[in-house]
């Protein structure tokens, strides 16, 4: 399995950016696929998640209003519609592909910083 993340770069607060995920080389359907971030100096936190079965959305409360994920989980794509970015925003994001007991996979992230 091979997760890759796309999209970030420098934007401006109150700018947007969209970020994209591809996971190729499933073996089988992901029980869920998400964004994860982190920033320096911090652990890596949720943003938002999709759950594959019924379409399940969870959000951060830090970003809900301001991001919306979505994709084809059961394919292995994933975005990241991320409005109204402030400053404390600027981290690498990292995308995840869950397969439940048959394992957890990361792609390498995409940098996102803000500022002006």
């Known amino acids: 399995v091979k997760v890759v993340e796309s999209g970030g770069g420098l934007v401006q607060p109150g700018g947007s950016l969209r970020l994209a995920c591809t996971a190729s080389?499933?073996?089988?359907?992901?029980?869920?696929m998400g964004w994860y971030r982190q920033a320096p100096g911090k652990e890596r936190e949720l943003v938002a998640f999709?759950?594959?079965?019924?379409?399940?959305?969870r959000y951060a409360n830090s970003v809900k209003g301001r991001f919306t994920i979505s994709g084809d989980t059961a394919k292995g794509t994933l975005y990241l519609q991320m409005n109204s970015l402030e400053p404390e925003d600027t981290a690498v994001y990292f995308c995840?592909?869950?397969?439940?007991?048959?394992?957890?996979?990361w792609g390498q992230g995409t940098q996102v910083t803000v500022a002006s």
């Open positions: 080389g499933l073996p089988f359907v992901t029980y869920s």
């Open positions: 995840n592909a869950d397969l439940s007991q048959y394992g957890n996979y």
């Open positions: 999709i759950i594959t079965s019924d379409g399940r959305t």
